[in-house]
């Protein structure tokens, strides 16, 4: 079936060095990537998202990127801080019809950033 | 603008029992999906709505049910409830095909 792959499982950063999340997706006809920052006793916070016709987001600090033929898509996160800490998770869907389609979740980084 | 709400935010019940949860989404947005979020199968997909209608249902027994309201709100049943059904219950909203998914903090379902 559908699978969503999310590489690491946990990071731990320094405040104002850089994050990479990396995940694959076995779906080729997803067309939607979004990513979600989860913060304890609260739901998904969408932070950041890319559609398949596009390689490249940058929003401040965010970054993602998207690799369609390799199927691998990235968030990058510059100059971390603190309050970045959390769990963050990649998802993928195709969205057709009119249905915004089901999200196919990874398993979740935990990032860690110590002051 | 208000956010997805969710209500209650926990939920304490025991085996075979049967529970309703329910979701406001964001005022203008039409599709409404859930989602069981627990620690070892993660965050996996269980029905999305459009205009009072079922549009994707994912790999969920029959027990679990959902439904959407002329106002786009939503309610999702669990019957008879099992251990296993323990779990944060996670309602979306968007405007539609592809377009971003805003979530609710959840309904946090324990069972006894």
């Known amino acids: 079936g559908e699978n969503v792959e999310q590489h690491p499982s946990t990071l731990s950063v320094q405040e104002g060095d850089s994050a990479v999340i990396k995940c694959t997706y076995s779906?080729?006809?997803?067309?939607?990537f979004p990513w979600y920052k989860q913060e304890l006793g609260k739901g998904p916070q969408l932070i950041i998202d890319?559609?398949?016709?596009?390689g490249e987001k940058k929003d401040q600090r965010i970054a993602v990127t998207l690799n369609k033929t390799a199927k691998h898509f990235s968030l990058h996160i510059t100059e971390t801080q603190p309050e970045d800490s959390a769990v963050y998770f990649c998802a993928a869907s195709r969205g057709y019809g009119g249905s915004q389609g089901n999200l196919i979740f990874g398993k979740g980084t935990k990032l860690s950033v110590k002051p | 603008k208000a956010g997805v709400t969710q209500t209650p935010r926990y939920l304490i019940k025991t085996r075979g029992q049967q529970v309703t949860l329910s979701c406001s989404p964001i005022s203008g947005h039409r599709s409404v999906s859930w989602y069981q979020q627990t620690p070892g199968q993660g965050l996996q997909f269980l029905f999305e709505?459009?205009?009072?209608?079922?549009?994707n249902k994912g790999n969920f027994p029959g027990r679990f049910s959902g439904r959407q309201f002329s106002n786009s709100r939503s309610e999702m049943n669990v019957s008879t409830l099992e251990l296993g059904d323990s779990a944060l219950y996670l309602c979306?909203?968007?405007?539609?095909?592809?377009?971003?998914?805003?979530f609710g903090d959840g309904t946090r379902l324990s069972i006894l």
């Open positions: 709505y459009f205009s009072e209608t079922q549009r």
């Open positions: 890319i559609r398949s016709n596009v």
């Open positions: 779906d080729s006809a997803s067309n939607y």
């Open positions: 979306a909203s968007s405007l539609g095909e592809n377009q971003p998914q805003h």
